[in-house]
């Protein structure tokens, strides 16, 4: 069965929001984390300023933009962070490994930046499972189905917090990720601002 990257209900939202923090950040550099085969960077970032993509699958001679092909975690080790300011991190899953790793970028005093995040941790959470983030992050274990928004929330607020980032512009949407309605989705993007 083809591996679906985006639900039908999903992919106006996510887009909608990435073109949001194109009005935000200008210039954008954009690093997009968990490219695969490019519906966002079709939908909204082939119009940043520059763009690399990075994805352990779905790698073709045909892909009309940069991108790494290899574990995103160790790609993002391996390079200089600093030349992005806009990360697009949406994985399968729980966003935050890879945005622990945003920690090693230096942020400027009052430098602009953008994280986009897709957080599809909340099957784990609601039976109890806390992502490791979360709990590096000292996480109060918020479960159950209805409070996946604050969860997010709470987690964007304390990665910026760890990060030496302030919050400026939170904005949220939630979805389901089959579009079959068992699992609560959470699209966001944050826009920050190197602490003063
Ligand atoms: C939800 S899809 C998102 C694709 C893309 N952002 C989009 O909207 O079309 C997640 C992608 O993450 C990739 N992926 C999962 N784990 C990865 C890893 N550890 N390193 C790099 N890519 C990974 C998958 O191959 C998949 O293409």
Redesign the pocket.
């Known amino acids: 069965m083809p591996?679906v990257?985006?639900a039908p209900a999903a992919l106006p939202i996510?887009l909608e929001l990435r073109r949001w923090v194109l009005q935000e950040i200008s210039p954008a550099h954009v690093f997009?984390a968990?490219?695969?085969?490019?519906?966002?960077w079709r939908g909204a970032w082939k119009d940043a300023a520059s763009y690399v993509g990075?994805?352990?699958?779905?790698w073709s001679v045909a892909t009309p933009f940069s991108r790494f092909v290899?574990?995103?975690?160790a790609v993002m080790r391996a390079v200089r962070l600093e030349d992005y300011n806009v990360f697009?991190i949406?994985?399968?899953g729980c966003p935050f490994g890879a945005a622990m790793e945003l920690a090693r970028r230096k942020w400027r005093r009052q430098e602009m930046c953008a994280v986009v995040f897709?957080d599809g941790s909340s099957l784990k959470t609601r039976f109890g499972q806390l992502p490791a983030a979360q709990l590096e992050l000292g996480g109060v274990p918020m479960r159950g189905k209805g409070n996946v928004k604050q969860r997010h929330q709470w987690m964007v607020r304390a990665w910026a917090k760890r990060s030496g980032l302030d919050v400026l512009r939170l904005r949220l949407a939630e979805g389901n990720g089959s579009g079959r309605g068992n699992q609560a989705m959470v699209y966001s993007a944050a826009i920050v601002r190197g602490a003063a």
Request: glycine share 12%.
């Open positions: 591996k990257h985006n996510k997009d968990y490219c695969g085969p490019g519906e966002m990075c994805d352990e699958c779905e290899g574990d995103t975690v697009d949406d994985a399968f897709t």
